[in-house]
């Protein structure tokens, strides 16, 4: 007698779950949950200005961010992928949240090493960038969530890894942006985020804050962001700073 397979839950349906009730989120037909208002939050500065551009998700995999993530942190997207892999350690069945996925091309990576039985959603307010990771992602066990950073619409400790690479520097506060991201960990959850780390001599430093002012991209000390993780209960935090960047590694005690 042939058996047909259980049809499996698809994966924005499972997404549903993981979060607050109500949130009056809708799937849009650009086939990622929405959570917010259309135009919403606004994008005030020229870095964020640039990512809600019509053009930028296009290039944005293929081109801008291997050019410019290169030169800024010293490593290719395959060193820094390894990184955050061996730092996450990803196990078949988990859920994963890559914070401002942009056009989900690290969220991508996440999807093989959890499986099908996984789940991972890419968060982002942009809705052009969600629109191209849809269009970019084959793989049936992500779904791609509009929401704002600062105010996740997830419910607490409800996945098992967070990741958020390239974009903490241009969140409006970012601080609310990584209490979010421990908040929504599970005990013995981990989180990786690449982002920048101001460097050099007081010249440089000056130069660095005149030019985060004109562009909307944060230069962060580098203790900072260690610091603030280890104040919301953060433990092993690894940091490893190249170039401009840091990428950094923690997790919650069981
Ligand atoms: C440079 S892209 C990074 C994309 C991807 N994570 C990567 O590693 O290449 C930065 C993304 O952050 C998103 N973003 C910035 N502020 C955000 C916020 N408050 N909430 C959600 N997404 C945000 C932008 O829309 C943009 O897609």
């Given at each position: 007698m042939s058996r047909s397979k259980p049809v499996r839950e698809s994966a924005t349906a499972r997404a549903i779950d993981?979060?607050?009730?109500?949130?009056?989120g809708r799937v849009t037909t650009g086939g990622y949950l929405d959570t917010l208002?259309?135009?919403?939050?606004?994008?005030?500065t020229l870095a964020r200005q640039v990512m809600h551009a019509g053009p930028l998700p296009l290039i944005y995999e293929a081109a801008w961010r291997p050019l410019l993530f290169t030169a800024f942190t010293g490593r290719t997207t395959g060193q820094e992928v390894k990184l955050m892999l061996d730092g996450l350690r990803p196990e078949r069945g988990d859920t994963a949240l890559d914070i401002a996925?942009?056009?989900?091309n690290t969220t991508r990576r996440l999807a093989g090493a959890v499986g099908d039985d996984g789940l991972v959603v890419g968060l982002d307010f942009a809705p052009g960038m969600l629109m191209r990771a849809v269009s970019d992602t084959p793989q049936g066990n992500i779904a791609y969530l509009r929401a704002d950073a600062e105010e996740l619409p997830l419910l607490d400790g409800v996945v098992d890894m967070v990741s958020c690479f390239g974009a903490l520097y241009m969140i409006d506060d970012p601080w609310a942006a990584i209490s979010e991201m421990v908040r929504v960990l599970r005990p013995g959850g981990r989180l990786a985020l690449l982002t920048t780390c101001g460097r050099g001599p007081s010249v440089a430093r000056a130069a660095q804050r005149i030019s985060q002012r004109a562009s909307g991209i944060a230069m962060f000390e580098a203790d900072a962001v260690l610091d603030h993780l280890k104040t919301l209960g953060v433990i092993r935090i690894e940091q490893h700073v190249r170039g401009f960047s840091q990428l950094v590694i923690g997790e919650l005690p069981r």
């Open positions: 993981l979060l607050r009730n109500p949130i009056g208002p259309p135009e919403s939050p606004a994008p005030r996925c942009g056009p989900g």
